[in-house]
């Protein structure tokens, strides 16, 4: 969903959340300042019952679980995806993300 340019990247996922009603939530993931949370329903409403349906197959879990766990993560990953505030250029993208990701598991096992 990141890197899917048919979807907007980053870019895309920023401006889908915004516009489903979660601006102020979206911000605060981008900006700087501490995240603000989102439910599951709210999660399931703007990214649509299907996607978190298709990686709940993928995956082989409920679709709760998925939500659940996309509520946590989301906001965290797209944090660490703009530590200057605004999504990196496409080209600093892949950096960006395992940079992120890295710094996530590091403070889960920590």
């Known amino acids: 969903m990141l890197s899917d340019p048919q979807s907007g990247g980053l870019s895309g996922l920023v401006e889908k959340i915004a ?53 946590s993560l989301l906001p965290q990953i797209i944090d660490k995806l703009t530590p200057d505030g605004e999504a990196p250029g496409d080209g600093n993208l892949l950096e960006a993300g395992l940079a992120g990701l890295t710094s996530l598991l590091g403070n889960k096992s920590a």
Request: proline share 2%.
């Open 19 to 71: 516009a489903g009603g979660l601006a102020d939530q979206i911000s605060s993931w981008v900006g700087k300042g501490e995240n603000l949370p989102i439910s599951a329903e709210q999660l399931q409403a703007v990214l649509g019952s299907s996607f978190v349906q298709g990686l709940a197959e993928k995956f082989g879990i409920n679709t709760t679980d998925v939500a659940g766990s996309l509520t």
